[in-house]
């Protein structure tokens, strides 16, 4: 099976970004009760790719904690454009699709658009 992408949104918050991912929806049943990711997986891992003008950066590959966690990327430049892609990946399933890129711009004042 392949782990289809996470809901992700991403907000500004200065000079960093907030990624917010939801864990995509498992097809596995357990006594008619749909399963979670983190039902099935002991260990589940993300990877956000992050985009600008400099090119593609790979974050190093985090833990999830949860089926609906945030994580911060900061150190940024304000006023720039960024992109993040987050795939999520399983111990034993390697096969993902990554998340469509969403894009929002780091930004001094706390504005959505």
Do not use: M
Not at 10 to 28: E, Y
Not at 36 to 48: A, F, H, M, P, V
């Amino acid at each position: 099976a392949v782990l289809g992408p996470p809901e992700v949104n991403v907000t500004s918050c200065g000079n960093c970004i907030n990624v917010t991912i939801k864990l995509p929806a498992s097809h596995f049943r357990e006594k008619g009760k749909l399963l979670s990711l983190t039902d099935i997986y002991e260990d589940l891992y993300y990877n956000i790719t992050l985009k600008s003008l400099d090119g593609e950066h790979k974050r190093p590959r985090q833990k999830i904690p949860k089926e609906v966690f945030s994580t911060v990327i900061g150190d940024l430049y304000p006023s720039r454009n960024y992109c993040v892609s987050v795939e999520v990946t399983a111990s034993v399933n390697r096969h993902s699709s990554p998340s469509p890129w969403q894009c929002v711009t780091a930004d001094s004042e706390a504005r959505q658009g």
